[in-house]
């Protein structure tokens, strides 16, 4: 019941301005971008709720907006290219990560410029279990954008290393540690080949736990040098 008047308030007039100017017109969203077809598909589904909805109006600025970038925005295809996604950790959506990241599953001959579905999944354990990784040094293995790793460093974790091998995905882990001030002096990105056992031993020496997802695809002959 709380539920449905919730999504009821939606509608009001105010509410829509609300969202016009703390979503989309934000300076945290004009500073990180989604894409512009996120954008879109975002305001259609609240302009649809709305209509939904006999009793409530669409404001004017938004629909103004909608329609316009809607006109702009091919949806057609899908988008390419980097943008930034913005995952929140808790239902107040006071808590946010901000990570810029690549719109298809392979580019620049990698995988790891996107966030993959076990990852949010691992994020969402961590912050359900918080007590794992509280005050421990963490390591994070093939980090990929680093969803996983800050969002231990941001639930607590006394440091967070992340580390991949490809180099454009180390640039944008740089990258996306830089753009989360929040949390940044917790977080070192590091190259790391699993085939450098010395490298492996030196750099997990005072690591208290290790993460990692989707990392299976890889060559098992590297997996002993994990021991």
């Given amino acids: 019941m709380e539920q449905e008047e919730n999504t009821r308030l939606l509608g009001c007039t105010r509410v829509q301005g609300d969202v016009m100017k703390t979503i989309i017109f934000h300076e945290n969203t004009i500073a990180h971008s989604p894409s512009n077809r996120y954008i879109v598909q975002f305001l259609r589904k609240y302009v649809e709720k709305i209509e939904s909805m006999s009793e409530y109006e669409l404001d004017d600025e938004m629909i103004e907006f909608y329609v316009s970038l809607s006109a702009t925005t091919n949806m057609s295809i899908m988008d390419s ?36 579905e076990a990852g949010l999944f691992l994020s969402d354990f961590f912050v359900q279990h918080p007590d794992i990784i509280r005050d421990k040094n963490v390591i994070e293995l093939g980090s990929g954008c680093g969803l996983a790793g800050f969002t231990c460093a941001t639930m607590g974790a006394a440091s967070v290393l992340c580390t991949d091998f490809n180099g454009n995905v180390l640039y944008t882990l740089e990258e996306n540690r830089k753009i989360n001030p929040s949390i940044m002096d917790k977080i070192e990105v590091a190259d790391l080949d699993w085939e450098d056992t010395d490298e492996c031993a030196r750099i997990s020496k005072d690591v208290d736990v290790i993460i990692g997802s989707d990392i299976m695809k890889i060559d098992f002959v590297r997996l002993p040098t994990l021991r």
């Fill in 81 to 116: 290219g980097m943008c930034y996604k913005t995952y929140t950790l808790d239902k107040e959506q006071y808590t946010r990560i901000v990570l810029h990241e690549h719109q298809l599953m392979i580019s620049q001959g990698t995988t790891g410029l996107l966030t993959w």
